[in-house]
T-cell receptor, first 115, second 112 residues
Framework: GAGVSQTPSNKVTEKGKYVELRCDPI?????LYWYRQSLGQGPEFLIY????????DSGLPNDRFFAVRPEGSVSTLKIQRTERGDSAVYLC?????????????FGPGTRLLVL | GESVGLHLPTLSVQEGDNSIINCAYS??????FIWYKQESGKGPQFIID?????DKRQGQRVTVLLNKTVKHLSLQIAATQPGDSAVYFC???????????FGKGTRLSVIA
C-alpha cells in the first residue's frame, strides 16, 4: 500500500516569506507527527495530532509555526515569516493509534531552504 | 529530561561481518525503544523496536538488545551488506504518550 507522502519534496523561499508543507499519512492512521531534522542530527519532534486535534504541540519552536489537520487525514505545517534558521528537512510520520508505543512510518521529507 | 545519544558517530565494517551500533539513554522512565535506518535523501525507515519488558528481540538479520540497568541499547546486524550502509538512529519514549526522542545517529559504512 501507499506510504506517507510529502509535498513539495524541496522548497526554496526567501527570508520573511510564508510556506506551507503538506503531509498525506497512511490511509486509516489516526496519529500524525511532524519532525524537523537539521543536517547531521536526528529528527526533533514538533507536533502530534490524534485525529483532527493537536494532542501535543510542545515541540513547536515559536508562534511562527502552526499545523492543522482539519479532516483527520492530510496535515499542513505552516511557517510564517521564515528565517534562515528554519532551513531543515521537515519530516512527517503516521501511526495507527498514536499510543506512543507503536511504529511511526515516515515520509521522505520536505527539504526547506530559506535564503 | 530525556536524552538519547550514541557512542560512536561512524562505523566501518567489512561486508559479511557483523555490525554493532550502540545507544545510551538517560531517562529511566523510557519504556519503548526503536531503531530507524535513514538513507541519504530519504525518511527514516523502521528496523525494529523493543519494549522495556524485554531484553532482546530478533528480526531478519537484526537483533536489538536492551540493558535497562545501564540504560543501554544496541542494534546488531548480521552479515552486513552494502545495502546496510546508512545512518542509524535509536529513539525512545517514556511513560504515557510522550514524543519519540531521537539520538544524533551513527553512520554505517560497509566496505566491499
Amino acid at each position: 500500500g501507499a506510504g506517507v507522502s510529502q509535498t513539495p519534496s524541496n522548497k526554496v523561499t526567501e527570508k520573511g516569506k510564508y510556506v506551507e508543507l503538506r503531509c498525506d499519512p497512511i490511509s486509516g492512521h489516526t496519529a500524525l507527527y511532524w519532525y524537523r531534522q537539521s543536517l547531521g542530527q536526528g529528527p526533533e519532534f514538533l507536533i502530534y495530532f490524534q485525529g483532527t486535534g493537536a494532542a501535543d504541540d510542545s515541540g513547536l519552536p515559536n508562534d511562527r509555526f502552526f499545523a492543522v489537520r482539519p479532516e483527520g487525514s492530510v496535515s499542513t505545517l505552516k511557517i510564517q515569516r521564515t528565517e534562515r534558521g528554519d532551513s531543515a528537512v521537515y519530516l512527517c510520520a503516521s501511526s495507527t493509534y498514536g499510543t506512543g508505543r507503536e511504529t511511526q512510518y515516515f515520509g521522505p521529507g520536505t527539504r526547506l531552504l530559506v535564503l | 529530561g530525556e536524552s538519547v545519544g550514541l557512542h560512536l558517530p561512524t562505523l566501518s565494517v567489512q561486508e559479511g561481518d557483523n555490525s554493532i551500533i550502540n545507544c545510551a539513554y538517560s531517562n529511566s522512565a523510557s519504556d519503548y525503544f526503536i531503531w530507524y535506518k535513514q538513507e541519504s535523501g530519504k525518511g527514516p525507515q523502521f528496523i525494529i523496536d523493543i519494549r522495556s519488558n524485554m531484553d532482546k528481540r530478533q528480526g531478519q538479520r537484526v537483533t536489538v538488545l536492551l540493558n535497562k540497568t545501564v540504560k543501554h541499547l544496541s542494534l546488531q546486524i548480521a552479515a552486513t551488506q552494502p545495502g546496510d550502509s546508512a545512518v542509524y538512529f535509536c529513539a525512545s519514549s517514556g511513560a504515557g504518550n510522550t514524543p519519540l526522542v531521537f539520538g544524533k545517529g551513527t553512520r554505517l559504512s560497509v566496505i566491499a
